[in-house]
Antibody, heavy 120, light 107 residues
Framework: QQQLQESGSGLVRPSQTLSLTCTVS??????????WSWLRQPPGKALEWIGY???????YKNPSLESRVTISIDRSKNEFSLSLTSVTAADTAVYFC????????????WGQGALVTVSS | EIVLTQSPDFQSVTPKEKVTITCRAS??????LHWYQQKPNQSPELLIK???ESMSGVPSRFSGSGSGTDFTLTINSLEAEDAAAYYC?????????FGQGTRLEIK
């Protein structure tokens, strides 16, 4: 059974770039057809979908964040990554990586979440 | 963007009570509606997919129903461990969206 684990910077300065990596263990990324996804949850608030990427490299992003978001995937390292540029305090959130069966997009496996605080 | 509105936002309930949480979509989404449970400081857990399909390992007291714009998550005979926030999520169209959440407190 695959497990996901987020890692990256916990504190980011305003206007800088947030970078997170999701490492997949318990099987290769290529073991199934999945949409490897990023979501976030500001403190005390609801979940927000950021986007996802397939092993092929094709991706889909939330239009509200699209100009600032890059999602990439590295099969050799069994990981996928999120980059969010020009961050502000509004980007402070717990960031989750998650897995969704391709064509279905319900999230059946989640990472534990990584708190990222944007502050000077 | 499809807006999902849950009700209630908060409910305080006693064990063994029956709980109903509703999720209304701003436009028809068929049955592309999923329910998650999130306990404090944990990641969400998928309970129900496609409105009514229970996930393996989820207690039978959890059930889902609905289609189109109106959906329901029902918890029969609530247990103390069900204290959590519950979210609905639509995957009918981009961008995927979530409801604002319903927090259940156990008295």
């Amino acid at each position: 059974q695959q497990q996901l684990q987020e890692s990256g910077s916990g504190l980011v300065r305003p206007s800088q770039t947030l970078s997170l990596t999701c490492t997949v263990s318990g099987g290769p990324l290529s073991s199934g057809d999945y949409a490897w996804s990023w979501l976030r949850q500001p403190p005390g608030k609801a979940l927000e979908w950021i986007g996802y990427i397939y092993l092929s490299g094709s991706y889909y992003k939330n239009p509200s964040l699209e100009s600032r978001v890059t999602i990439s995937i590295d099969r050799s390292k069994n990981e996928f990554s999120l980059s969010l540029t020009s961050v502000t305090a509004a980007d402070t959130a717990v960031y989750f990586c998650a897995r969704a069966p391709s064509g279905s997009v319900y999230y059946d496996t989640w990472g534990q979440g990584a708190l990222v605080t944007v502050s000077s | 963007e499809i807006v999902l509105t849950q009700s209630p936002d908060f409910q305080s309930v006693t064990p063994k009570e029956k709980v109903t949480i509703t999720c209304r979509a701003s436009q028809s989404i068929g049955t592309h509606l999923h329910w998650y449970q999130q306990k404090p400081n944990q990641s969400p857990e998928l309970l129900i997919k496609y409105a009514s399909e229970s996930m393996s390992g989820v207690p039978s007291r959890f059930s889902g129903s609905g289609s189109g714009t109106d959906f329901t998550l029902t918890i029969n005979s609530l247990e103390a461990e069900d204290a959590a926030a519950y979210y609905c999520h639509q995957s009918s169209s981009f961008p995927f969206t979530f409801g604002q959440g319903t927090r259940l407190e156990i008295k």
